[in-house]
């Protein structure tokens, strides 16, 4: 008899009289202790599926089938019978650790309240069991942690807590949605490495939702892609992957890039003429929101930034969260820079005035991350596309310039029965695109890319890549191209910058950077990255890292990244490593003290490492239908 | 916390200040003065009792003087009641009015944070819609319209309770309600609409997850945060509640700060009508003060 | 991303929700058509009765409401006609109401949008002097100036503006701060639209919603106050007349002609809960919270 068997589940929605048919009919069996995957892009019911079985679907939806948890049906059961299957026989990690802990409560208080009143445990009890917990997820110094609150930990630190809570009462299954996606990809390493210790220690089963098959690669033995509220592909991992049987589990498969594979040829840019953006010692600084409270008033979130941007090329930068990019961005315009200059055909933009500055303007436009969010919710679309046109005094009036918003909307992929609707009725796909055909309408010559596929599906994701490329070769383009996802960087750029906390730590050109890193950081990132493969990612080897990134108000003295750093000397500690050329390789530029004398190696892709026999450049799989 | 208290109090300061300002000139450019009455007094007599009182000094001057007077706790002779101070009849009415608020305050805010609480769990129910459009009113209608009707039905026409005066318990009940109907009114739907935001935040559907009891969720995990807007505005409320109500003392001839200030004010007491501002501007900077330092208390990411 | 975008509106069953959301509906539509219905009487009532608000008939004082009569709400204790008094005090009230939140709307979203849009310092110090002047009493200042420089009506605009408009500014501010963040706004900025252009082509259309239903709850909360001062006899006087004013005249003699207080109370907490009502109903129809994207 199978642990848990899912037959027939059902869930739908009700909003504002319109049914959503969110699951249709998923069947599932988990035996014990086994870690099955479910894969699926947004919508496609995969945390629906889970929130039906947990009981925990919201208010207007319903759950219709049956879910036996051992023979005994758990489906639609009253509050008072799931409290005797929550926690104690199912548990579940969502997504965002920073909202799923009780911010009034202290860490102690909320843990041992679910073994006070699920294994009526009296208090001292209680508090040694969840010292133990925290200490079975690595949590440092667990007992003095436990009359803390949750705001004093970082996102991974609460995803511990968050695993050490749903294991207290040792489940039978434990199910984890999405438990990295908010995560950095060094934590996510740690955190899934965390996870299957877990698993073997606690014979616990494992359900890991994600959209993402690299995080699911490594840790699951079976796999279930769900589609529409379908479930469309079943089997053994190695299986799914190596011989996907739908053309949905297959375009899924392909859509993600992978570093593992060589990157798609690039075109030669011609870097000997002058730059056309270049960027001298910026730096940003932000007041913080409250002031004297924790830390200074301001902090600094780039901290003296070089780069320079040729005719033609795309320019990759890379970090985590918080380590500037962003910033770095809109600095680039001349927003929000505090000091340092930004030089635009060689002159500085912000001694540009008249007939100059609006030139520049025109040339140098931008594609953001949230791609509903970037477009004004009251202007229609033909509106949202015109509007530098307008700015710019390209054209009087509004509707003056028709022809041409069709033209930029087709050029994106879209067509003229848009022109009268409102952003909120398109997809998110749909509005990048959207965005895009704004920022082309004023024929630029820079487009500066803020994580502009980051909040996209993967075969939504690769046809925006695929269009970026294009433009780029019929309007020879210069693309900044900013994000967190190391392999997406490596599918577009042609030099490649990696940030750490407001500065740049190694520079160079993207193939060199990938295989070669100089930079302990560089290739700690590339050996956190999951890559798509079962095979692959079982073989590799990563060393868990100790430390969290620190706050960027309160950064140590010496090299910024010393305390996570395996090579670190005392030289790291004494002096803040400075941006300097490579020796022997002119086009690199790293900040490290020991960049010339480390052997760091090439990043372990497995048994096929990087020169390996890769097939098919993702970018040219066609997407499917938005 | 402590310094974060005593740097609040020096910045009410300049807010304090500004107060007594704009009430001292306000008082003194309003036509007219104090011994105007309808019997015109002798310019003479007027002209001593106005050196008396050093009202013939420049504005400044007696500006200084009441501020200098305040500072030694002196809030100045009263002009229409020469035989008491000012600081005698505020210490006569505020027992009165403060003993109505607390009442008033105990009844309103517990009342109205059980209220909204049963609604919150009972959401959408009809007895939520029936709470709920109960304290709309309760909100909408004035007091000087609930407390004559109040008077109508239960004094004048079944004779339950007494109309007017504080002689008995009894006397107490209609004030107290008609003074607490808002409050009720407001805290309960207040209290609702946070609980029931609280309630579906993702921390709640966690612990739910964790398949914690629904009294654990309600009282020990949601009641905190969904407590900080009823607090930040019992904060002013308590100020006002205790002063008095103007309406409510005077429908209820009732001898306290409210009616005190409608006196002082129409009889032109000037000194008598500073001392309440004073008081009651005194009094809501404290209530303020009081709610910030409880939002670090509720609030444990809240940091001074 | 991929979890947690469960489909909206989490309500009971979906029967209970549907009724939940009619029941919604159909209140807001009856204090639309109540409201409207006062808002009508009290503009045309005046015409439509052979009565003056000011004729005084001894004769018929305290006269009880008879409907197929002369005075349909009765008279009061010196013979004028209720109806006339109680649409022409109606008059007063809805239009102290209008006037009032006009002026407070007008100053706050000017003080609050400059403050948000502007931010750093300005914001900071425009934002002090709200916070200073929230720790003012201001019922006291309004009873003041009231008792000190003559009841006149222009004064209670001004006043009863003045009292009302910190509201307004901390609401708008906040709105804008965070407009400010959004990333349309950013969009504007990078795309280099002008700072007229980001405020009024982008911001205000924006925060239109807001501010259409905070002067919806600002219009009954400006009438409670004008009743207030009438009722202590502050407010308009004599022979011009409020609810308010009416209401005391009411309690005056409401134990030998309870009609007297019981048509204006009625009239005028009738018209504060459907105020109320519908500013309550445009809040949770324009909250993103308790809608799809």
């Known amino acids: ?626 | 916390m402590l310094r974060y208290t005593v740097s609040r109090l020096i910045s009410a300061v300049p807010t304090l200040a500004l107060v007594l300002v704009l009430a001292f000139s306000l008082v003194h450019a309003a036509p007219g003065g104090p011994f105007d009455t309808e019997r015109a007094l002798p310019p003479e007599t007027e002209a001593r009792l106005n050196e008396a009182y050093g009202l013939d000094q420049p504005f400044w001057v007696q500006f200084g003087n009441y501020v200098g007077g305040l500072l030694r706790g002196d809030f100045g002779p009263s002009y229409r009641y020469p035989q008491s101070t000012v600081g005698e009849l505020i210490a006569d009415a505020f027992p009165v009015s403060a003993t109505l608020g607390l009442l008033a305050l105990v009844v309103g805010a517990g009342l109205g944070i059980a209220i909204g609480i049963v609604a919150a769990l009972r959401q959408n129910s009809v007895l939520d819609h029936v709470l709920m459009s109960v304290s709309m009113t309760g909100i909408s209608v004035p007091g000087f319209v609930i407390a004559p009707l109040a008077v109508l039905l239960f004094a004048v026409t079944l004779r339950w309770l007494p109309a007017s005066g504080l002689q008995t318990p009894a006397h107490y009940v209609l004030p107290v309600f008609a003074l607490a109907l808002p409050m009720l009114a407001y805290v309960a739907r207040l209290m609702r609409a946070s609980l029931v935001e609280t309630l579906k935040s993702q921390f709640i559907r966690t612990a739910r997850s964790q398949g914690l009891s629904s009294r654990t969720l309600v009282f020990r995990y949601a009641m905190k945060p969904a407590l900080i807007p009823v607090v930040s505005y019992l904060g002013p409320a308590i100020a006002a509640v205790l002063t008095g109500s103007v309406v409510i003392e005077q429908i209820f001839n009732i001898p306290g700060i409210g009616r005190l200030f409608i006196q002082g004010a129409l009889n032109r007491d000037y000194t008598l009508v500073m001392g309440l501002v004073v008081l009651y501007s005194s009094l809501l900077i404290v209530m303020n003060l009081i709610v910030d330092l409880l939002y670090g208390v509720l609030d444990p990411r809240v940091r001074y | 991303m991929a979890s947690g975008a469960a489909p909206n509106a989490p309500r009971h069953s979906l029967t209970r929700h549907a009724l939940g959301a009619m029941a919604r509906d159909k209140l807001f539509a009856a204090c639309c058509v109540v409201l409207g219905v006062i808002v009508l009487g009290v503009i045309v009532g005046p015409w439509l009765s052979p009565h003056s608000y000011y004729a005084i008939n001894l004769e018929f004082a305290q006269q009880p409401p008879q409907f197929s009569g002369q005075h349909w709400f009765g008279t009061d204790d010196l013979g004028r006609d209720l109806f006339v008094r109680a649409m022409q005090g109606g008059r007063i009230s809805l239009m102290v109401g209008l006037v009032a939140t006009i002026v407070s709307l007008v100053f706050g979203v000017v003080w609050g949008a400059t403050a948000g849009y502007l931010g750093g310092r300005i914001d900071h110090l425009m934002m002090r002097v709200v916070d200073i002047f929230y720790a003012i009493p201001f019922m006291f200042f309004v009873i003041l100036l009231m008792v000190l420089f003559g009841r006149n009506i222009i004064l209670i605009f001004v006043a009863i503006g003045a009292v009302n408009w910190l509201d307004m500014a901390r609401i708008v501010r906040g709105q804008t701060l965070a407009l400010r963040g959004r990333e349309f706004v950013q969009a504007a900025e990078v795309i280099g639209a002008s700072r007229p252009r980001i405020i009024f082509r982008h911001i205000v259309p924006n925060l239109l919603g807001i501010v259409v239903v905070y002067a919806t709850l600002t219009v009954p909360q400006v009438i409670l106050i004008e009743s207030f001062l009438s009722f202590l006899g502050l407010g308009v006087q004599e022979p011009m007349t409020s609810w308010g004013a009416l209401v005391q005249q009411g309690t005056q003699v409401m134990s030998t002609a309870p009609w007297v207080l019981l048509f204006p109370a009625t009239l005028l907490a009738v018209s504060l809960v459907c105020l109320n009502f519908i500013g309550d109903g445009l809040r949770d129809a324009l909250d993103p919270k308790d809608r799809h994207r």
């Open chain 1, 1 to 626: 008899m199978s642990l848990l068997r899912v037959d027939d589940l059902n869930v739908r929605f009700e909003t504002d009289g319109a049914e959503v048919h969110a699951v249709r009919n998923l069947n599932l069996r988990l035996e014990p202790q086994e870690a099955v995957g479910i894969v699926g892009e947004s919508g496609s019911g995969k945390s629906q599926a889970m929130a039906a079985i947990m009981g925990l679907l919201s208010e207007n939806g319903r759950a219709t089938g049956s879910v036996l948890l051992d023979g005994e049906e758990i489906l639609n059961l009253d509050e008072k019978a799931l409290r005797g299957v929550r926690g104690r026989r199912l548990s579940i990690v969502f997504q965002d650790p920073m909202t799923s802990l009780n911010p009034y409560l202290t860490i102690g208080q909320q843990l041992s309240r679910v073994l006070i009143e699920q294994r009526s445990m009296d208090e001292a009890m209680a508090r040694n069991e969840v010292v133990r917990m925290l200490d079975a997820v690595k949590l440092p110094a667990a007992r003095r942690r436990l009359s803390s609150y949750p705001h004093e930990y970082s996102g991974g630190m609460r995803q511990r807590v968050m695993i050490a809570a749903a294991l207290l009462c040792r489940p039978d299954i434990l199910i984890a949605d999405e438990p990295t996606t908010a995560l950095d990809v060094t934590v996510q390493a740690s955190i899934l490495q965390l996870l299957g210790e877990l698993r073997e220690s606690f014979r616990t089963a494992l359900i890991l939702i994600s959209h993402d098959l690299g995080v699911v690669a490594g840790v699951c033995d079976r796999l279930v892609v769900m589609d529409q509220g379908r479930v469309i592909e079943e089997g053994p991992t190695e299986t799914v992957f190596a011989n996907p049987q739908t053309g949905c589990t297959q375009a899924l498969i392909e859509a993600v890039p992978r570093l593992d594979r060589p990157a798609p040829k690039r075109r030669d840019v011609d870097r000997s003429g002058e730059p056309l953006l270049q960027a001298d010692k910026l730096m940003v600084r932000y007041p913080l929101p409250r002031p004297g409270w924790r830390g200074p008033r301001r902090f600094t979130a780039v901290r003296g930034v070089d780069l320079d941007l040729y005719p033609g090329e795309t320019l990759g930068v890379v970090g985590e969260s918080g380590c500037g990019k962003s910033s770095l961005a809109r600095a680039l315009l001349d927003i929000g820079r505090d000091s340092g200059e930004v030089q635009y055909l060689g002159r500085p933009l912000s001694g540009l005035r008249g007939e100059a500055l609006r030139r520049a303007r025109r040339d140098l436009t931008f594609v953001f991350q949230d791609p509903l969010g970037s477009l004004d919710p009251r202007m229609t679309i033909e509106q949202t596309v015109e509007e530098p046109a307008i700015v710019h005094g390209l054209v009087g009036e509004r509707g003056a310039c028709r022809s041409r918003v069709i033209e930029m909307l087709e050029r994106v992929g879209l067509d003229a029965s848009m022109l009268n609707r409102y952003p909120h009725e398109f997809s998110g796909g749909q509005c990048q695109r959207i965005g895009i055909a704004r920022a082309l309408m004023t024929q630029p010559r820079v487009l500066i890319c803020d994580e502009a596929v980051s909040a996209l599906d993967v075969t939504v994701q690769a046809g925006i890549l695929s269009l970026l490329d294009g433009l780029q070769r019929e309007l020879s383009l210069a693309i900044v191209f900013i994000a967190h996802d190391l392999a997406v960087v490596r599918e577009v750029s042609d030099r490649v910058v990696v940030m750490y906390l407001g500065r740049v730590v190694e520079e160079g050109p993207v193939h060199a950077l990938y295989t070669a890193p100089r930079h302990p950081y560089t290739r700690a990132l590339l050996q956190a990255a999951p890559i798509p493969d079962p095979v692959i990612e079982r073989r590799r080897d990563r060393p868990a890292t100790q430390f969290e990134i620190p706050a960027p108000w309160n950064l140590p003295p010496g090299c910024p990244y010393r305390q996570r750093c395996a090579h670190a000397t005392d030289t790291c500690a004494a002096s803040l490593p400075e941006l300097h050329v490579l020796d022997g390789d002119a086009a690199r530029r790293v900040a490290c003290h020991h960049a010339e004398t480390l052997a760091l190696g090439a990043p372990d892709y497995g048994d096929l490492g990087p020169s390996g026999v890769g097939t098919g450049a993702p970018l040219t799989v066609s997407s499917p239908p938005e």
